[in-house]
């Protein structure tokens, strides 16, 4: 299926505090013209590019069903707000889930401060969305970081809920000069240099 833009942006000029992104994201889902849809910008391939641009739905979905071949047993799923990463993710572990073998957890986070150890701290609680989600506030120095269980798992495992890991590597994907040159080339290109800068990073990791 190919990705067309229906011209349906966010609004701009309402990020505000972690609260309220919370509660501009959850009225976002439900204007949407299908409950996991979205919309990243308009797109089109270059003259004469190989490749083809898919929904972000399409790939999400493809790319947990990736993760779920090769990790079928993980029990805890952490992402970021977005109502079409959660689909996703059900979607690919939905044995475990009907078991209620697994948890999944929405997180929003604002870090300032990447390199502070103190302790994270609750600093409150609120409920968002058509379904009233209950998410928990929690301060640590200057950052802040809203989580979510959807699964009724334990709240007090919120404290140790985060999105570490992607922001480590979207921090060293920034810095690779193939990944910041990539929008001067082709689909088919920019596929192979993603590949191989995975491959990279997943190398250093491994000798850790």
Known sequence: MHYHWKGIAPPEGENGDIIHRI????????QRSQFD?????PAALKRNAQGTI???????HGHFRVLKNRFPDVATHIIAHECFLRGAVITAWAERFRQRLSSLWFVEEEINDDDCRAEWQLLGKTWQGWWQNQWQLWGQGHNRKMVCSLTGS??????????AASRRFVTWLWQQPEFQQSAHYSAKRVTQILYLLTEKYNSQWNHI
């Open 23 to 30: 509660a501009i994201k959850e009225r976002q889902f439900l």
């Open 37 to 41: 849809e979205i919309q990243y910008g």
């Open 54 to 60: 898919l929904r972000p739905v399409i790939t999400a």
């Open 154 to 163: 334990h709240l007090e495992q919120g404290i140790a809920v985060n999105l």
